[in-house]
Nanobody, 114 residues
Framework: QVQLAESGGGLVQPGGSLRLSCTVS????????MGWFRQASGTQRDIVAGIFRGGATSYADSVKGRFTISADDAMNTVYLQMNNLKPEDTAVYYCKMISTRDYWGQGTPVTVSS
């Protein structure tokens, strides 16, 4: 059974940093995409950053220059380094993996507040 486990969320002051991790377990044929999405209270789930097989990355405009996505060679673990965090970054962050189908993690909450 394939599972995604996120970690690294928490409470941080504005301007601070957090590093999220997402680890894939179970039998996977091939991972084509790993991404981070976030959902604030009362809003839809939006993409934050993604990394494709081969290494290409993409970012939402709101996080460009502040967040960095990376993965290990097998893409079994993906990271999201979040710097200069702002209150509007507060949300539950979800990891998504695309292989032969889509898989989602359970989410890890991030709160940016003084």
């Amino acid at each position: 059974q394939v599972q995604l486990a996120e970690s690294g969320g928490g409470l941080v002051q504005p301007g601070g940093s957090l590093r999220l991790s997402c680890t894939v377990s179970g039998s996977i044929f091939r991972i084509n995409f790993m991404g981070w999405f976030r959902q604030a209270s009362g809003t839809q789930r939006d993409i934050v950053a993604g990394i494709f097989r081969g290494g290409a990355t993409s970012y939402a405009d709101s996080v460009k220059g502040r967040f960095t996505i990376s993965a290990d060679d097998a893409m079994n673990t993906v990271y999201l380094q979040m710097n200069n965090l702002k209150p509007e970054d507060t949300a539950v962050y979800y990891c998504k993996m695309i292989s032969t189908r889509d898989y989602w993690g359970q989410g890890t909450p991030v709160t940016v507040s003084s």
